[in-house]
């Protein structure tokens, strides 16, 4: 099975995108399950993991009823407040649907870049921990420090990168982003999604220009904590989805396992189920 970790779904008219203004451009638009299948077929991908884009429970149950329509969606990475004190009970109402398979907080977007250690949010991660459920991270470099605090404290915790930490990748590798890659790799729960790397990138993107970030994520997770991502539609500012692909395709070196990359790794980081009867 070939996986699309990371692609995204939203309809303007539900009020939600409070990022998502005129200013995006060719963004400021709906974005729907049919118009990502022709990508999907060309590439032979099968199933997609569809992650939030609001932070709003509502987006989430949005989400989670395309995933009950379309087969081709394996799970949906939702948005919760992991700040607030009803936490466990949403948490767990949202986890009688099959579809729930992650949660993600927009923390590239948020004030405080150490939120995620507020003692209110350390105790909902504590909840995610013990249930060995995963999250994802939309980060940026400035984040790595607190993630790796976050590490620390929870050194169970499966969790994945967003975007590679989103490096300025216009300016060449960074010490700092490098090093902080690297020890979060050196924590066994914790992986990273090859995606949204072209939009990061100088336009018009180089493959020599990002071949260097894309080896040293390989280097630092090796082979079996890797997972692909187109980053549908958010890519479309840089790049076409085959642009996505065959960026990715010709920058990895020649150790990647390909069905794990593409695939494996991510099913097995999400525990996808089986799904039948959707269209």
Not at 253 to 279: H, M, V, W
Request: proline share 6%; with cysteine; aromatic share 10%.
């Amino acid at each position: 099975m070939r996986v699309d970790a990371h692609q995204h779904f939203w309809r303007l008219d539900r009020g939600d995108y409070g990022w998502l203004t005129p200013e995006f451009g060719m963004l400021y638009q709906d974005f729907l399950p049919d118009q990502i299948r022709p990508h999907l077929l060309k590439h032979d991908i099968q199933r997609t993991i569809l992650v939030q884009a609001a932070p709003t429970i509502a987006e989430t149950e949005y989400l989670l009823s395309l995933y009950a329509r379309y087969d081709f969606i394996a799970g949906v990475v939702g948005w919760l407040d992991l700040e607030a004190g009803e936490f466990k009970k949403e948490f767990e109402r949202l986890l009688d649907d099959q579809g729930f398979v992650g949660i993600r907080p927009m923390l590239q977007d948020l004030e405080d870049d150490q939120w995620i250690l507020r003692p209110d949010v350390l105790k909902s991660i504590e909840i995610l921990a013990e249930r060995d459920f995963p999250i994802d991270l939309l980060i940026k470099p400035r984040h790595l420090p607190h993630i790796r605090t976050l590490m620390r404290e929870f050194p169970e915790l499966r969790a994945v990168i967003n975007h590679i930490a989103k490096p300025d990748i216009s300016s060449g590798l960074d010490k700092e982003w490098k090093e902080g890659i690297e020890e979060l790799a050196g924590y066994p729960h914790i992986m990273c999604k090859l995606s949204g790397i072209i939009t990061e990138a100088a336009q018009p993107y180089s493959v020599s220009q990002i071949r260097p970030f894309v080896h040293h994520v390989v280097e630092a997770f090796g082979k079996d904590r890797v997972m692909f991502g187109s980053d549908w539609p958010v890519c479309l500012l840089a790049g076409s989805y085959d642009d996505v692909y065959g960026a990715l395709r010709n920058t990895l070196p020649d150790s990647i396992d390909l069905q794990k990359l593409f695939g494996e790794n991510a099913a097995r980081f999400y525990q996808l189920k089986t799904k039948g009867g959707c269209t």
